[in-house]
């Protein structure tokens, strides 16, 4: 685009055109005189920004209401945005399913799918089976591929701004993977990835338990969790994409790694293994002494784990995702234990979102890309500076 200056009419252009274009998308099917009001602009600034649009495919003529047109003679003409003028995706790769969502330009999910994948596939069975989702939800949609404008992908590890997974231990052959570029390939609109716990957090703040809420942390819980943080309500990702990565705090010194946390025997249980980790929670539940202490130790955990991320941002609200998040005895326990330990207890709350939270996040991140990049908006919470 070039290097904007103040006195560069483009600019003016710019933003008069995302103003009108948001007034567009909120009022239905306004009149030129509802976008003159709405905007505070002149009529006709609106009517050459009204044009624009028009040519570019983002706004057409509403039709008129037939009742208006009895009662006024000729209505006004009205005008909407077109939100099917392109699509979007958002995916999310976990270590047990693959799935993605896909909307409008308009945000509104409009077709969803997902697949089983085993904890064990590597790194082409699994995006395999991402791309064999995305197909299929493309043609139940029927939305051509040529029509999507940007891909959100939620992935487990750290994320470079460039789609790369520098350190991925939850997926097989994922630390070094550039998950970007591979994804690219099928594609001709940006992809754009991110790590799943800050995609989770803006589907939070977006559409779930933070929409009232600038400052928050969400947890995606697990043996070895991993946190996306909120700050103004801008996306924190930290100098190199590490933000939040609470699970790594047992390396400072911790006796038990996250593999032995739930474990009630000798052996150490696979972080990812969730039919395993249920039953220590349900044999708890029933008044398992072995099983009681895992769980204890768990949430201790996962109480020091967040508390030592709370007391660093002071976060307003605490949001818990994951597996974890669907266990009982988490919420309370982790109120009553942040109480003890953070100088300003945040309030805390369950995933709204449960099992789309990271696939949302990633349709929120494809979203605030066209609007950023098409629509000249300013201060999208997951743009990458």
């Not at 995006?127 to 064999?132: E, K, S, T």
């Not at 349900?282 to 955990?301: I, M, N, S, T, Y």
């Not at 990633?362 to 990458?384: K, S």
């Amino acid at each position: 685009m070039g290097r904007l200056t103040g006195g560069d009419p483009s600019l003016l252009r710019r933003i008069n055109s995302a103003v009108v274009l948001h007034a567009l998308r909120g009022a239905g099917a306004p009149t030129l005189t509802d976008l003159t009001r709405i905007t505070g602009l002149s009529r006709p600034t609106v009517e050459g920004v009204v044009e624009g649009l028009f040519e570019a495919g983002l706004v057409v003529e509403a039709v008129p209401d037939e009742s208006e047109a009895r009662r006024q003679g000729r209505p006004a003409r009205r005008f909407r945005f077109r939100a099917e003028a392109g699509h979007l995706l958002g995916v999310e790769i976990g270590p047990h399913r693959v799935s993605a969502l896909i909307s409008g330009l308009d945000g509104r999910i409009i077709g969803a799918g997902s697949r089983v994948v085993s904890e064990t596939a590597g790194a082409d069975d699994r995006l395999d089976q991402v791309r064999a989702v995305i197909a299929d939800v493309l043609r139940r949609t029927g939305v051509a591929r040529s029509s999507l404008r940007a891909v959100g992908v939620g992935s487990p590890g750290i994320v470079e701004a460039d789609g790369t997974v520098r350190l991925g231990t939850a997926l097989p052959d994922w630390t070094g993977l550039p998950l970007g570029e591979r994804l690219r390939r099928s594609f001709r609109c940006p992809v754009l990835v991110e790590n799943d716990a800050n995609a989770a957090a803006v589907a939070e703040h977006w559409k779930g338990a933070a929409t009232e809420s600038d400052d928050v942390v969400f947890v995606l819980a697990g043996l070895s969790p991993g946190a996306g943080s909120l700050i103004g309500g801008r996306l924190h990702r930290g100098f190199g994409g590490a933000a939040g990565e609470i699970g790594a705090l047992h390396l400072l010194g911790r006796e038990l790694t996250p593999e032995h946390l739930l474990s009630t025997t000798d052996t150490p249980l696979d972080p990812l293994d969730e039919r395993a980790v249920a039953v220590v929670f349900a044999k708890a539940k029933e008044g398992d002494a072995g099983a009681q202490a895992a769980v204890e130790r768990f949430l201790q955990r996962l109480v020091h784990d967040v508390a030592a991320l709370v007391l660093a941002l002071d976060p307003e609200l605490v949001v818990v995702g994951g597996w974890a998040a669907g266990l009982d005895g988490v919420l309370e326990p982790l109120r009553k234990e942040l109480a003890r330990y953070c100088l300003r207890p945040p309030r805390v709350t369950l995933s709204l979102l449960g099992e789309a939270a990271v696939a949302t996040g990633a349709l929120r991140l494809a979203l605030d890309h066209v609007e950023e990049e098409l629509f000249a908006v300013e201060g999208a919470v997951t743009a990458r500076r």
